[in-house]
């Protein structure tokens, strides 16, 4: 069985400061994906990342890090300096590869980000 | 490239009827997914279609089926709708591959709300 856990239900922080959106993850399985989707108000899922579970380096894109450590099974998101634009829900997903092509995405529950101007 | 499209972006339908809902995918791919959204239970898969084959099924009852049509646009249908059917449906798109996982592209969804 699979399970993400995004213990953050809400954060909020005035703009231009960094926030960290936590992600736990659990699987049996070897070889996975990780994913961070936004979701903003208009409602439709954004795709931000992939991560496979052979890949442990981080990456950076513009103001968006992500942190993986397969050690505490954590896929941790960062928004630096943020913007308003930046409010949104997040969602960390999970896709395990126990069946070939396995396409299931399990999500965690979210964590909604309000950005204070 | 046109995104995954959804129609109807809103629905209204009484308790008991059924409903169709539909997805165009990203031209090129050929995997379809279907996640029902709600304030309560989140984002839940339903199921996934590839090659017009059901791959992959998530716990929801018979009542909720889909199909895949061979241009890749999929349908889902939900019959005998009850009051917990109400939700924002997600269809996804992704350029499947039998070794790979690729990302998932979402449509805006269909927002179904049963009375």
């Known amino acids: 069985a699979q399970k993400v856990t995004q213990a953050q239900t809400e954060i909020s922080v005035v703009e231009k400061e960094d926030v960290t959106l936590d992600c736990v993850y659990e699987?049996?399985?070897?070889?996975?994906?990780l994913f961070w989707y936004k979701q903003p108000p208009s409602g439709e899922l954004v795709f931000l990342i992939r991560?496979?579970?052979?890949?442990?380096q981080n990456e950076i894109s513009g103001r968006y890090s992500w942190n993986f450590q397969k050690s505490t099974s954590s896929f941790n998101f960062t928004i630096t300096a943020s913007q308003v634009v930046d409010s949104a829900v997040y969602f960390c997903?999970?896709?395990?590869?126990?069946?070939?092509?396995?396409?299931?995405?399990?999500f965690g529950t979210g964590t909604r980000l309000t950005i204070i101007p | 490239k046109a995104g995954v499209t959804q129609t109807p972006r809103y629905l209204i339908k009484t308790r008991g009827q059924q409903v169709t809902l539909s997805c165009s995918p990203i031209?090129?791919?050929?995997?379809v997914s279907w996640y029902q959204q709600t304030p309560g239970q989140g984002l839940q898969f339903l199921f996934e279609y590839f090659s017009e084959t059901q791959r992959n099924k998530g716990n929801f009852p018979g009542r909720f089926s889909g199909r895949q049509f061979s241009n890749s646009r999929s349908e889902m249908n939900v019959s005998t709708l009850e009051l917990g059917d109400s939700a924002l449906y997600l269809c996804?798109?992704?350029?499947?591959?039998?070794?790979?996982?690729?990302?998932?592209?979402f449509g805006p969804g269909t927002r179904l709300t049963v009375t």
């Open positions: 699987t049996r399985d070897t070889t996975y994906y």
């Open positions: 031209s090129g791919h050929r995997s």
């Open positions: 991560r496979n579970s052979f890949d442990e």
């Open positions: 996804a798109s992704s350029a499947r591959h039998l070794t790979l996982i690729y990302e998932q592209y």
């Open positions: 997903a999970l896709s395990a590869m126990a069946n070939f092509g396995n396409e299931k995405l399990t």
